[in-house]
């Protein structure tokens, strides 16, 4: 069992910064990949950005790349995700995700959100 603590959401204006962080905790030891997706209201739940915890292989959403910045620390279980020049469209409820692999199976665990809201 993991258990994901996501923080930094917050209102910002357009053009602005946020960092948000997520913070793993648990059976941590066999993390393989930590990300994001995120959720605006009245819209499904779309990929945001993605990192392996190993090889630092990192996969964005085409409507984040070159704006957001995902990395992780592998000694403090923790990703992040920077997030510049946000747009209002950008609003949502930003959610951890991360896989764990033992014995051959893969699992997945999901965070409680965070909410960012950018004001026009």
Known sequence: QVQLVESGGGLVQAGGSLRLSCAASGRTSSLYTMG????????????????????????????????????GDN???????QMNSLKPEDTAVYYCTCTVRRTGVTYNYWGQGTQVTVSS
Do not use: H, M
């Open 36 to 71: 994001w997706f995120r959720q605006a209201p009245g819209k499904e739940r779309e990929f945001v950005a993605r990192i392996s915890w190993s090889g630092s292989i990192t996969n964005y959403a085409d409507s984040v790349k070159g704006r957001f910045t995902i990395s």
């Open 75 to 81: 000694a403090k279980n923790t990703v992040y995700l």
